[in-house]
């Protein structure tokens, strides 16, 4: 059985739709990258999910995390799970804590809330936290405040609390996109180092595909509220299938080898509120053709562990391939 | 090569700082004997980490910041005084974009005027002419006039770039500081910008600084890279080079740090240590608390900018050796 399983999720704001039918399941351990554009819904999935928008969204769909139905959950039982069995971190890890307390209150908050530990037990937990999240002399540091820490320190707080309630999976949101690219590699290699002992899954959010692809098994790529490719990270970045998957890659400089002119996206993502009709993506892509436009294609499987949503698939393969004989 | 349009000999700038509301005031170098040359035509990249003093590089060439010591000259001709005559005229011929267009576009103004506003201050051409060049400059970054008469509140953040870049070209400069211009957007449409800055440059001839801490991008659309750590330059040469074979343990970590679709991170350096602190800058190289090879002589002694190979100059002890100190003293 799957961790997690989230069927035909569906998020909308006033009634403009923002997710617009996500189907997603997670192993055990696995680590899953969501990429995609700002207001792909790769943040809202899991926001959704976990019950944390605001009251005037429409949630429709289902999520179950081991079996059990957590949309619409009672709020006893989302405590539990929130925190708990799913723990998450935000690109912004110093708006995440409270500057007027210690670190040591919060972290101590934290444990209390999910871990069966009292009095003196709280606060060593606390202290090995912190030390297995890398900061150096924590039984002192413990007392500081957030603002005495750097970005990247403050980013491995946010990791020790999310650790605190022992989680199953770690929610990861634009973890590293607000650090320097040094600090970013320290908190990626945190990370997975916590993973291989734990055995926690993890999905990463990320606008950067490299970093995806470097830390994830598999990644699902996003666009306008749906899934459009989804498949093993290092089959996607090699051979993508989806144009719009394609386009990302093609959009990325090349760190070495020779330079080459930038393969653009044309157009913009397309507004929630007057979306195109059929694929989302028909009016920036260049293989589109008429039948494109009359209904939005439904993510399919290509082979064992890859599916993508785009009925021009197998044109765009060939594209790519014909790209790749020259 | 081409004679080069900007030459910054080692400029310096620093900023006091108090800790507290008593506390001693402390000097923040934030800028320490830089010396740069741009070569007419071509895009020299300058990359760091925050506080590395790359903003303040580019504020200080193009005049918006007086250096301490040290000097820029543009065109052959040293940086006029701060608000004279002679100083805005050159200042038409040099311009800036920054990360945040939203930031540096008035939102109560249809975006044609803004576009417009620097040809009203300059005086350049009649009415008429100028309205024909906002058209033409709207053309130039591939919008429609109908996009003129636009809010920024109303364009995406692609677009807003575009408009920021359209009135930076109003004045047809010769020399363009961009910093971070793509950082704040989504790839798709960074690799827009950047095709769009790349052609604009070989259609208009300009002269490019550009400073990000986006390795990719750099690269990308840089001539010669720069790297600088804690205000100095640690490594600079040929982009392609730089990126294949960096020398300086910094642009190595720097470079291993950027990850890459198809690679894992095996092998990756991870540098120990925190994010510099440009208030308390370590003493010889400021770079040897974090670096994985440093020896006795780094803390004690600040490596210089020397050749290795024709076209590099690095600043490691490790990387020039003894024999380098020896050659200069020479």
């Given at each position: 059985m799957?961790?997690?399983s989230?069927?035909?999720?569906?998020?909308?704001?006033?009634?403009?739709?923002?997710?617009?039918?996500?189907?997603?399941?997670?192993?055990?351990?696995?680590?899953?990258?969501?990429?995609?554009?700002?207001?792909?819904?790769?943040?809202v999935?899991?926001?959704?999910?976990?019950?944390?928008?605001?009251?005037?969204?429409?949630?429709?769909?289902?999520?179950?995390?081991d079996?059990?139905?957590?949309?619409?959950?009672?709020?006893?039982?989302?405590?539990?799970?929130r925190?708990?069995?799913?723990?998450?971190?935000?690109?912004?890890?110093?708006?995440?804590?409270?500057?007027v307390?210690s670190?040591?209150?919060?972290l101590?908050?934290?444990?209390?809330?999910?871990?069966?530990l009292?009095?003196?037990?709280?606060?060593?937990?606390?202290?090995?936290?912190?030390?297995?999240?890398?900061?150096?002399?924590?039984?002192?540091?413990?007392?500081?405040?957030?603002?005495?820490?750097?970005?990247?320190?403050?980013?491995?707080?946010?990791?020790?609390?999310?650790?605190?309630?022992?989680?199953?999976?770690?929610i990861?949101?634009?973890?590293?996109?607000?650090?320097?690219?040094?600090?970013?590699?320290?908190?990626?290699?945190?990370?997975?180092?916590?993973r291989?002992?734990?055995?926690?899954?993890?999905?990463?959010?990320?606008?950067?595909?490299?970093?995806?692809?470097?830390?994830?098994?598999?990644?699902?790529?996003?666009?306008?509220g749906?899934?459009?490719?989804?498949?093993?990270?290092?089959?996607?970045?090699?051979?993508?299938?989806?144009?719009?998957?394609?386009?990302?890659?093609?959009?990325?400089?090349?760190?070495?080898?020779?330079?080459?002119?930038?393969?653009?996206?044309?157009?913009?993502?397309?507004?929630p509120?007057?979306?195109?009709?059929?694929?989302?993506f028909?009016?920036?892509?260049?293989?589109?053709a008429?039948?494109?436009?009359?209904?939005?294609?439904?993510?399919?499987?290509?082979?064992?562990?890859?599916?993508?949503?785009?009925?021009?698939?197998?044109?765009?393969?060939?594209?790519?391939?014909?790209?790749?004989?020259? | 090569?081409?004679?080069?349009?900007?030459?910054?000999?080692?400029?310096?700038?620093?900023?006091?700082?108090?800790s507290?509301?008593?506390?001693?005031s402390?000097?923040?170098h934030?800028?320490?004997?830089?010396?740069?040359?741009?070569?007419?035509?071509?895009?020299?990249?300058?990359?760091g980490?925050?506080?590395?003093?790359?903003?303040?590089?580019?504020?200080?060439?193009?005049?918006?910041?007086?250096?301490?010591?040290?000097?820029?000259?543009?065109?052959?001709?040293?940086?006029?005084?701060?608000?004279?005559?002679?100083?805005?005229?050159?200042?038409?011929?040099?311009?800036?974009?920054?990360?945040?267009?939203?930031?540096?576009?008035?939102?109560?103004?249809p975006?044609?005027?803004?576009?417009?506003?620097p040809?009203?201050?300059?005086?350049?051409?009649?009415?008429?002419?100028?309205?024909?060049?906002?058209?033409?400059?709207?053309?130039?970054?591939?919008?429609?006039?109908?996009?003129?008469?636009?809010y920024?509140?109303?364009?995406?953040?692609?677009q807003?770039?575009?408009?920021?870049?359209?009135?930076?070209?109003?004045?047809k400069?010769?020399?363009?500081?961009?910093?971070?211009?793509v950082?704040?957007?989504?790839?798709?449409i960074?690799?827009?910008?950047v095709?769009?800055?790349?052609?604009?440059q070989?259609?208009?001839g300009?002269?490019?600084l550009?400073?990000?801490?986006?390795?990719r991008?750099?690269?990308?659309?840089?001539?010669?890279?720069?790297?600088?750590?804690?205000?100095?330059?640690?490594e600079?040469?040929?982009?392609?080079?730089?990126?294949?074979?960096?020398?300086?343990?910094?642009?190595?970590?720097?470079?291993?740090?950027s990850?890459?679709?198809?690679?894992?991170?095996?092998?990756?350096?991870?540098?120990a240590?925190?994010?510099?602190?440009?208030?308390?800058?370590?003493q010889?190289?400021?770079?040897?608390?974090?670096?994985?090879?440093?020896?006795a002589?780094?803390?004690?002694?600040?490596?210089?900018?020397?050749?290795?190979?024709?076209?590099r100059?690095v600043?490691?002890?490790?990387?020039?050796?003894?024999?380098?100190?020896?050659r200069?003293?020479?």
């Open positions: 799957p961790l997690v989230i069927r035909d999720l569906s998020v909308a704001f006033n009634g403009v739709p923002v997710l617009r039918g996500v189907a997603l399941s997670l192993q055990k351990g696995e680590a899953l990258g969501l990429v995609g554009e700002s207001g792909s819904g790769k943040s999935t899991w926001l959704a999910a976990l019950g944390l928008l605001p009251r005037h969204a429409k949630i429709s769909g289902s999520v179950l995390l079996g059990r139905e957590i949309l619409a959950a009672p709020a006893s039982e989302l405590d539990h799970v925190g708990g069995r799913v723990a998450m971190i935000f690109q912004d890890p110093a708006s995440a804590l409270n500057p307390l670190i040591r209150k919060q101590c908050e934290a444990l209390a809330l999910h871990r069966d009292t009095g003196d037990a709280v606060k060593a937990e606390a202290r090995r936290l912190l030390d297995l999240v890398g900061i150096p002399d924590a039984a002192r540091r413990l007392s500081a405040y957030p603002h005495e820490f750097s970005g990247g320190q403050v980013q491995r707080i946010m990791i020790a609390m999310a650790l605190a309630g022992n989680p199953d999976l770690l990861a949101d634009e973890p590293t996109t607000a650090l320097d690219a040094t600090i970013q590699a320290q908190i990626l290699e945190l990370l997975s180092s916590i291989r002992e734990t055995g926690m899954a993890m999905v990463l959010i990320s606008h950067d595909l490299g970093v995806v692809a470097e830390n994830c098994d598999r990644v699902a790529v996003m666009y306008a749906r899934i459009v490719e989804e498949a093993p990270a290092h089959q996607l970045f090699a051979d993508p299938v989806h144009p719009y998957a394609q386009g990302l890659i093609g959009a990325l400089p090349p760190l070495d080898g020779p330079r080459r002119r930038l393969t653009a996206i044309p157009g913009t993502v397309p507004d509120a007057s979306m195109p009709d059929g694929c989302a028909a009016p920036r892509c260049e293989l589109a008429e039948p494109c436009r009359l209904a939005t294609p439904t993510l399919a499987p290509i082979a064992d562990d890859r599916s993508v949503a785009c009925i021009r698939a197998e044109a765009s393969r060939r594209a790519l391939l014909g790209i790749a004989a020259e | 090569m081409n004679s080069p349009l900007v030459e910054v000999s080692s400029i310096s700038r620093s900023y006091s700082m108090r507290g509301m008593f506390g001693r402390t000097a923040v934030a800028v320490d004997g830089v010396s740069l040359m741009i070569p007419r035509g071509e895009t020299l990249g300058l990359v980490e925050s506080g590395s003093g790359k903003s303040t590089t580019g504020r200080i060439v193009l005049g918006l910041e007086p250096p301490d010591s040290g000097e820029v000259r543009f065109d052959g001709k040293p940086m006029a005084t701060l608000a004279t005559p002679a100083w805005r005229a050159q200042r038409a011929r040099m311009q800036m974009i920054f990360q945040d267009p939203l930031g540096a576009l008035d939102r109560r103004l975006v044609a005027a803004q576009i417009r506003e040809l009203d201050i300059h005086g350049l051409g009649t009415p008429p002419e100028r309205e024909d060049r906002v058209r033409e400059l709207l053309r130039a970054v591939e919008l429609s006039p109908a996009h003129g008469g636009r920024p509140g109303a364009l995406s953040g692609g807003r770039q575009r408009i920021v870049l359209a009135r930076a070209l109003a004045t400069p010769d020399f363009l500081v961009c910093d971070e211009p950082s704040a957007l989504d790839v798709s960074q690799a827009q910008v095709n769009l800055l790349s052609d604009l070989a259609q208009l300009l002269t490019l550009f400073i990000s801490h986006d390795l991008v750099v690269r990308q659309i840089s001539n010669v890279v720069a790297v600088m750590y804690l205000g100095r330059i640690v600079i040469g040929g982009a392609d080079d730089l990126f294949a074979r960096p020398e300086h343990p910094y642009t190595q970590a720097l470079v291993s740090a990850p890459a679709p198809g690679r894992r991170s095996a092998g990756r350096i991870v540098l240590g925190d994010p510099p602190n440009p208030a308390a800058r370590p010889g190289c400021a770079f040897h608390p974090r670096c994985p090879g440093a020896i002589r780094c803390a004690t002694e600040t490596p210089i900018l020397s050749a290795v190979g024709s076209n100059q600043a490691c002890h490790l990387v020039t050796g003894p024999q380098a100190e020896t200069d003293a020479a």
